[in-house]
């Protein structure tokens, strides 16, 4: 084979020209040996062979293009969840920020900063899985989403669901920990444990669904719609409630909420596409 | 019996179920599903060998096959593709759809 080696340097490196990956052309590489070996064993020439074979791979520049579309930049297959992810991160980094200088300053302990964190993130999870649902529903309705791009927003949501989970929890039994130490009993009974709770269970529902194939990629965004509601009662709704704003405007706060929740929930069971103006048939 | 060039079109809609039932045989790696193509269709069917490896990826960005880095017989380094059971269900779908259009025509032209 080692009459070969320089033309496949060359070639290996129009195919990086081409812009193919060096896993991708790793992969190939390996096929134009073997297809080399075989050639050679039917009787033809090295020139020959070698001509023969890179044609049959194709050309770089069409490999190229059909790699970038195959598999596209992962990050952004489908806009809302790179921004999603950007979002969320950009949440943490902020959130440790805060935390390590009230730590630093002494005016919150390791335990109760800890409890903060993890509620933060997970409730934050939860609502973000919920825009992305609502981002679904709403750009199905004008155009369905292609294989890929549901896949990616299946993934995602099914990710977010269950760091949700996994911080709610963790989140939920610091701040019992924390309440039994400062507040006497770990259980209070409290609108907020009671909502943490709450999340805290219909997310690990949402994951033991998925886990059993008992839900779709569209099942799971159709069902995260509730997210915003949900997320919204336990973590604004209790303390609202906490602080009296007044019972009226908190219920019409939540009318609303489950107004659009069900309507969004009514356009994603509808055809895709159904809000697209028809311009002839 | 001379070669016949399938048309564009075929050869593309053709290509994921039968990518996907090959697998469905069992684990493989590119070239030896390049060459099976070739010996199932008695060597009519000739793929550009390069234009199905960014199927695999793209099955493999679907979640219908899993892809694993395996040993090759020469000692180099061989991508080794599995059929996931989403990759069955999708399967199970593009039978259906290839039996339709099969049976429409096969009733067209008297068969």
Redesign the interface.
């Known amino acids: 084979m080692a009459e070969y080696e320089e033309r496949i340097a060359s070639w290996r490196h129009t195919l990086a020209q081409a812009g193919l990956s060096g896993e ?1 052309i ?6 134009l ?3 080399l ?1 075989r050639l050679e064993q039917a009787g033809h020439g090295a020139d020959e062979a070698f001509a023969l074979a890179e044609s ?3 050309q770089p520049a ?2 190229g293009a ?2 970038a ?3 596209p930049n992962r990050l952004f297959t489908w806009l809302p969840v790179g921004v999603a992810r950007i979002g969320l991160l950009l949440l943490c980094v902020g959130l440790i920020v805060v935390l390590a200088r009230l730590l630093v300053v002494g005016r919150m302990s390791p335990l109760l900063a800890c409890h903060v964190a993890a509620v933060t993130v997970g409730y934050s999870a939860t609502l973000v899985a919920g825009a992305l649902a609502v981002c679904y529903v709403v750009t199905r309705s004008f155009r369905d989403l292609t ?2 791009k549901l ?1 990616a927003l299946g ?1 995602e949501v099914f990710v977010l669901t269950f760091v949700a989970a996994v911080l709610t929890a963790v989140g939920l039994v610091l701040g019992c920990v924390w309440a039994g130490q400062n507040l006497g009993s770990w259980w209070q009974g409290d609108p907020r444990e009671i909502g943490a709770l709450v999340v805290l269970i219909w997310n690990v529902l949402l994951i033991v669904a998925h886990g059993r ?1 008992l839900l779709d990629e569209r099942a799971l965004a159709l069902l995260c719609l509730t997210n915003l509601v949900l997320t919204g009662c336990a973590w604004f709704g209790t303390v609202a409630a906490q602080h009296a704003y007044g019972i009226s405007s908190l219920f019409l706060a939540l009318f609303l909420g489950v107004l659009a929740q069900s309507l969004l929930f009514a356009l994603g069971l509808a055809p895709a596409g159904c809000l697209r103006r028809r311009r002839s048939m | 019996m001379a070669r016949m060039k399938l048309a564009k079109e075929l050869m593309a809609a053709s290509a994921v179920p039968m990518v996907l039932s090959i697998l469905a045989e069992g684990e493989s790696y590119g070239y030896a599903l390049i060459q099976r193509v070739r010996e199932l269709s008695g060597g009519q069917i000739e793929w550009t060998d390069g234009m199905l490896y960014p199927v695999l990826h793209r099955l493999e960005a679907l979640g219908y096959v899993k892809a694993r880095w395996g040993e090759g017989e020469s000692g180099r380094r061989r991508r080794y593709y599995a059929l996931e059971a989403r990759g069955r269900e999708a399967l199970e779908g593009h039978k259906e759809q290839w039996r339709i259009v099969q049976r429409a025509l096969l009733e067209l032209w008297g068969a």
Request: proline share 4%.
């Open positions: 991708v790793e992969e190939l590489e390996t096929h040996r073997e297809e070996a049959r791979l194709g069409a490999l059909e790699f579309r195959a598999a294989p890929m896949h993934r194939n």
